[in-house]
């Protein structure tokens, strides 16, 4: 069973993931492209676990041994003795595979090399690699530490062996349904909520409702945690739009093709919790404001 796991990513998918892991009580390796993006992601699971201490949902004992569980990686050499490596990089395929060409030469051949991707083929990912049978995708929902599903998607020659790891993984250790995915963009999470957060956006541009209603009518109708517009916003507006593209151009269908809306958003650099503004406010800790 994994007990030692590598994160490669420390963005907000990243974060949230090494935050999760740590809690479980796994020993986490964190790595990023910079010193400064590391030092951001570790102080940004600190004000996450400082959030949890002041709604009482641990101690501060606690924060301080899951703090103690997340390792810094300086560089992917530093991966070499975890069981379990997860990238969590930025939705780009030659980023992607670069990535993977690079862990395949430095872990050892038993390592299994997960991506935490929402869109891309983990048969083109594991092309990367000399041993594309230790590679498979594990799609966290964000943020990991909360959603109990965890989308399991093979590659045409991820092994057996692979599947049945990281299945009794997520289920036994990480306490998570694994739900088996067959390799499709947007698997399941991403293509349904991305198609409501686009139809969302539809109605806005209509003026059929204002983004507090549209989100209240869900909220409320469908006992949403957060209606679809905020949900695009912590997502981050950009990553929305990313998934949207990369669906429309791989499915060719219209109801993929993103709101202009969107597109309006991200070009002004409003991405949502990330950045402050999207469709709502937020604050530095990334609470509603507006």
């Not at 949890?52 to 997340?70: D, G, S, Y």
């Not at 069981?83 to 990535?99: F, N, Y």
């Amino acid at each position: 069973m994994f007990r030692s796991i590598g994160v490669v990513g420390g963005g907000t998918m990243g974060q949230s993931i090494a935050e999760m892991l740590a809690v479980k009580g796994l020993d986490v390796h964190l790595t990023e492209k910079t010193p400064d993006r590391l030092s951001a992601a570790l102080q940004a699971i600190e004000t996450s676990l400082d959030r949890q201490i002041e709604k009482w949902a641990i101690t501060l004992a606690e924060k301080k041994l899951i703090l103690n569980r997340i390792h810094t990686a300086p560089s992917l050499e530093h991966l070499a003795q975890c069981d379990l490596v997860i990238e969590t990089i930025s939705e780009d395929l030659d980023s992607k595979q670069s990535v993977f060409a690079q862990l395949d030469a430095i872990l050892p051949q038993e390592t299994v090399i997960a991506s935490n991707t929402s869109t891309l083929s983990l048969t083109e990912l594991a092309g990367a690699t000399r041993h594309p049978e230790r590679v498979i995708g594990m799609h966290f929902v964000y943020p990991a530490i909360r959603i109990d599903v965890v989308e399991i998607i093979r590659g045409l020659q991820t092994s057996d062996e692979t599947f049945r790891a990281t299945k009794d993984f997520i289920e036994q250790v990480l306490a998570k349904k694994g739900v088996m995915v067959y390799e499709s963009p947007g698997f399941v999470t991403t293509r349904l909520i991305c198609l409501l957060i686009n139809e969302a956006l539809h109605l806005l541009e209509e003026g059929v409702a204002s983004a507090e209603d549209i989100d209240a009518s869900m909220r409320i109708g469908y006992s949403f945690q957060h209606g679809p517009l905020e949900m695009a916003d912590r997502f981050g507006l950009d990553s929305v739009l990313a998934a949207l593209e990369r669906m429309f151009r791989e499915y060719g269908e219209l109801k993929y093709r993103p709101s202009i809306l969107l597109k309006k958003k991200v070009r002004a650099g409003q991405l949502g919790v990330k950045t402050g503004i999207g469709f709502f406010g937020y604050d530095k800790d990334g609470e509603r404001v507006s």
